[in-house]
């Protein structure tokens, strides 16, 4: 009996998932070779590009919304505002700032909309927000791909296909490729640590956990623990319900604007794919599940998820001589931290 | 010195509530017919009505309760301080310095006692009031807990304010949910619903004089109640609802029992009765360190004996675990311990194995566990005899495949309908078109067919009006006596329990607490039910 409690103490929900995740990326690294350093700064560029994705992720979880899988709306209308200003040709600070707000008030709108939508399917927001993510997705495409050219006046013609018609595949961004990653750039040994923007991520984490420390925050708790009661306590649940997820969205959207900087290329089309998932996945592998997250389960889990997708390519390489199954690995610990999640926090809800 | 405060105040003597010719119904069940009253600043307005009588529908109405419109609104006007709630929701009622206290406890599980109680009015740091406006600015928690306290403190009571709700007894959330609405400063009319039904005596008598206190303050209080001598002790007016309508109304001085009684009750129904017997101690089913996993209602190692042939009642507080016993042999929650059914061990709790073995469940949560609400009246009282006996089967020799023999089936549930005078248009109508009583009356007639040895039934009364819960008592004994069908009544309608049952078993904290005899004092129940030995009778 005395075991039991202790047991249940160590591998609780919470423990559990980050201790496995701990362990398999340890020895994945020791298989693949790889030097410290070099998984280090892997890590730490991985931390400053994909933070606010997964901190984005935190709120609605909070609010009994569960995984936001639309936060990949929030990514494509950040990757629209840039297009639309890379169409209009509007380079250096004016072009970054219009991006800036042309993204957060298109982010807004759809948070907006897609928050609305929720309150009509209470209790099954996830999969919904997963199908709504496949359909700003072909609306997306749709635009890109037959828009220009057509009902949208082209005005760079570097960006569009030859043939007059729909968008590049890649876009360069080469004028604003790693700028703010440059900032405070400290090296200590061979590892580089990129001050300002991991203060930058720093920075968004403390905003979500100010905004749960408020007025605000107790109603998205009591909300998540229960909305018919949080009704009758005077909380305007669908209101609330609509601002967290255009809270959501909208850090989404400044996420994804982190990510593509970071990145400097643009794949139109595909830049925004598994966003979603994989922030999902780098949360619950922090010891989230979808009744609670808090930003140390975002830290720990964007650390501990990376760590494992950036060695087992290379450990899958290795060990059986085939490095298609280390990324074949990738998808597998992407989809299976998230049904492992799904599973143990059902489980729990029942008690 | 009251009165000096009046006149220099003067609007202290108008109405704030104002109720107008409310009406209200339920698919087409009136709740509410034409009632009217009113509540003065600094008074404390009394409603009594027994169990039906549409006190909880007025108190849904007037706070707004999104059930309410849900069902199709009311008909009728209430003011307050001149405003009309008609279109008002909860948040903007509240907003109006309205406050309710809720028979089911609207207290959030996973937060704790200081963060519920100032849910929504947390104080909040001053610096970041100025920065971000007070929505968002920083939660004071130490503060917030301090006034959380005194505000507990107010009432007399001392628990930790960090522990959260899902851990408190019922009778600390009680205390919880009223020191939330009294820490309030704009609250100019509170509206209390059977706050004392899950208090203690102690506790009920602490809340009472808390409550004189408070409108003495000018606060106008709607008190909800059936227990008369709180109704008497501190209300200057009192209203009297029974079947939804306004009886009478007593003003300041002219509030007592024996009034209240006469016109709660009105006219006399002819009430079920079973007569006294002896019951041969004989175990049909003996339970043994039983556990039942139900959360909110969880039974934690039970010892109990059910005699063949007699009626057992199941009584205790909601969360006491008296639900859980039938959800366990249904194998619905997760249930260990040792079962012994006509000295058969039953490892395993499963629906068709058990009702093989004769025993049955009714459960309590009759909309969505007991009927199949878009199935025709017929097939939901042979669904569960033709599906595990297979007894409306036209059996060719293939298992699954057999036809129903309609002729069968027909001649049966006509029988039953004319047995138990189910009002339907015909047996094909769909069963959630029926009333509540003649739902129940359904899910009787289809553990009848089943023809159990044992049947488990749980609230067989609730949210039935008062003669067809008669019928439905006349009808568990008729079984009882004529087909000699042993049934366990969990219920907490402990008067009914009392006329119908052999022995009465009080359950406290997922045990059973004593055995008493149908005709033991009620002082012995009310001591069995709060936990308490009964020593001292002069309590």
Request: glycine content about 10%; some cysteine.
């Amino acid at each position: 009996m005395r075991y039991k409690i202790l047991a249940e103490k160590l591998f609780n929900m919470e423990n559990l998932v980050p201790t496995v995740f701990l362990l398999l990326s340890f020895f994945a690294w020791q298989f693949s070779g790889l030097s410290g350093t070099f998984v280090l700064n892997q890590v730490i560029t991985r931390f400053i590009r994909d933070g606010i994705l997964v901190l984005s992720l935190i709120i609605p979880v909070v609010a009994g919304m569960g995984l936001n899988f639309a936060i990949i709306v929030g990514a494509m209308t950040m990757q629209t505002a840039l297009l639309f200003v890379i169409n209009y040709q509007l380079a250096g600070l004016p072009g970054i700032l219009l991006v800036f707000f042309l993204g957060i008030i298109l982010a807004v709108i759809s948070g907006f909309a897609i928050g609305h939508v929720l309150n009509r399917v209470k209790g099954k927001e996830m999969i919904v927000t997963i199908i709504i993510g496949f359909l700003a997705n072909s609306i997306y495409q749709l635009v890109f791909l037959v828009g220009f050219g057509t009902f949208i006046p082209v005005a760079n013609e570097e960006i569009i296909l030859s043939r007059g018609i729909g968008v590049r595949n890649a876009v360069d961004l080469g004028m604003y490729r790693n700028t703010i990653d440059k900032f405070w750039l400290i090296k200590l040994g061979g590892i580089e640590i990129p001050l300002f923007m991991i203060l930058v991520v720093l920075l968004f984490a403390g905003i979500i956990s100010y905004l749960l420390h408020t007025r605000f925050g107790q109603e998205v708790k009591a909300v998540g623990s229960s909305h018919e009661k949080a009704e009758i306590a005077g909380i305007n649940v669908n209101a609330l319900r609509i601002k967290v997820i255009i809270i959501s969205t909208v850090l989404a959207a400044l996420g994804q604007l982190a990510y593509l900087q970071n990145i400097g290329m643009f794949d139109v089309y595909t830049a925004h794919m598994n966003t979603d998932i994989i922030s999902c996945a780098a949360l619950l592998a922090g010891g989230a599940s979808i009744k609670s997250a808090n930003i140390r389960h975002a830290i720990v889990g964007i650390f501990l998820f990376h760590t494992l997708f950036i060695v087992s390519p290379q450990a899958g390489q290795n060990l059986f001589h085939n490095a298609a199954l280390g990324e074949y690995f990738r998808s597998f610990v992407a989809y299976g931290t998230i049904a492992f999640a799904l599973i143990i926090s059902t489980k729990y809800e029942k008690k | 010195m009251d009165s000096l405060f009046f006149l220099f105040t003067g609007a202290a003597m108008t109405n704030i509530l104002d109720i107008k010719n409310l009406n209200k119904s339920y698919n087409g069940i009136p709740a509410l017919k034409n009632v009217s009253l009113s509540v003065r600043a600094g008074e404390i307005h009394g409603i009594v009505g027994a169990n039906g009588s549409g006190k909880t529908t007025l108190m849904n109405i007037l706070f707004g309760n999104p059930v309410i419109r849900e069902t199709g609104g009311y008909q009728g006007e209430i003011y307050y301080e001149g405003v009309s709630l008609k279109t008002k929701n909860s948040t903007e009622i509240i907003g109006l310095g309205i406050g309710m206290v809720h028979q089911e406890f609207a207290l959030i599980p996973d937060m704790t006692i200081g963060e519920n109680i100032k849910l929504g009015r947390e104080e909040t740091n001053r610096f970041t009031d100025r920065l971000f406006g007070k929505k968002y600015s920083f939660v004071d928690r130490k503060k917030n807990d301090l006034n959380a306290e005194s505000a507990l403190k107010k009432l007399g009571v001392n628990v930790d304010i960090g522990v959260k709700i899902i851990n408190l007894s019922t009778n600390t959330r009680q205390f919880v949910e009223i020191a939330r609405e009294i820490a309030r400063a704009d609250l100019k009319l509170l509206l209390l619903d059977e706050p004392t039904a899950v208090l203690s005596r102690d506790d009920a008598s602490n809340l009472l004089e808390d409550l004189t206190e408070l409108s003495q303050g000018g606060l106008g209080i709607l008190f909800v109640s059936h227990r008369l001598e709180e109704i008497q002790q501190i209300c200057d007016r009192a209203t009297v609802l029974r079947e939804g309508e306004v009886i009478s109304q007593y003003g300041r001085g002219e509030v007592s029992t024996t009034k209240l009684a006469r016109d709660m009750i009105g006219h006399t129904v002819s009430k079920a009765m079973a007569k006294k017997r002896a019951i041969e101690p004989r175990p049909l089913v003996s339970f043994q360190q039983y556990s039942v996993e139900m959360p909110g209602e969880e039974i934690r190692g039970m010892d109990l004996d059910i005699f063949e042939g007699e009626i057992l009642g199941l009584a205790g507080l909601s969360g006491h675990g008296k639900s859980a016993l039938g959800y366990g042999i249904m194998g619905m929650y997760p249930a260990t311990g040792e079962v012994v059914y006509e000295n058969m061990k039953i490892d395993r709790m499963d629906a068709k194995a058990n009702i093989l073995k004769g025993m049955y469940v009714l459960p309590d949560d009759r909309q969505a566990l007991g009927i199949l609400p878009d199935h025709s009246l017929a097939e939901n009282i042979i669904f569960t005899g033709d599906q595990i006996k297979g007894l409306f089967s036209m059996n060719f020799g293939l298992p699954f495949l057999g036809f129903l023999d309609k002729r069968k089936v027909y001649d049966h549930v006509h029988q039953l309908v004319d047995d138990f005078e189910i009002r339907c248009t015909s047996v094909k109508q769909k069963i959630r078109e029926l009333s509540g009583g003649n739902q129940q009356k359904v899910c009787i007639a289809r553990a009848l067919t089943v023809n159990p040895r044992l049947l488990f039934v749980a609230e067989p009364t609730r949210g039935i009006d008062i003669s067809a819960k008669e019928k439905i008592l006349k009808m568990l004994i008729d079984i009882n006596r004529s087909r000699h069908t042993t049934i366990v009544i969990a219920s907490s309608e402990l008067d009914e329990l009392k006329r119908v049952c052999d022995r009465i078993a009080v359950m406290v904290e997922g045990r059973i607490f004593k055995v008493l005899q149908p005709d033991s004092s009620d002082v012995e129940f009310a001591l069995a039910l709060a936990g308490e030995e009964g020593t001292d009778y002069d309590a």
